[in-house]
């Protein structure tokens, strides 16, 4: 069983930044695409942003398109999720996923991933 791990969550103000990474057991070109989700407490878990392992394209969601930014360190087996400009609406718990199979796609879909991490819990006070 393939398991991701992540960390970089903490608690910050409206407008600050935090970095998470995710370390993958495997070198990431093993995987088609990488991505970070979340799930606020109530409502369902959300793609966040993917990116090609391979060519680094990226696809975000409209939410933190120009605050995220997602990267990926092939030599370091590890993807990160940069954020910028945090809100409240951004606090949730973060999971890292990989899927081996298909490529990454704009419409970023939770059942397409089948590794996922324990995830990794962001805070944003207002």
């Known amino acids: 069983q393939v398991q991701l791990v992540e960390s970089g969550g903490g608690s910050v103000q409206a407008g600050g930044s935090l970095t998470l990474s995710c370390v993958a057991p495997e070198a990431t070109y093993r995987y088609n695409c990488l991505g970070w989700f979340r799930q606020a407490p109530g409502k369902e878990r959300e793609g966040v942003a993917v990116i090609y392992t391979g060519t680094g394209l990226r696809y975000y969601d409209d939410s933190v398109k120009g605050r995220f930014t997602i990267s990926r360190d092939n030599a370091k087996n590890t993807v990160n999720l940069q954020m910028t400009r945090l809100t409240p609406e951004d606090a949730a718990m973060y999971y890292c996923?990989?899927?081996?199979?298909?490529?990454?796609?704009?419409?970023?879909?939770?059942?397409?991933?089948?590794?996922w991490g324990r995830g990794t819990q962001v805070t944003v006070s207002s």
């Open positions: 996923a990989a899927r081996s199979d298909g490529n990454c796609r704009s419409t970023i879909k939770i059942a397409e991933f089948s590794y």
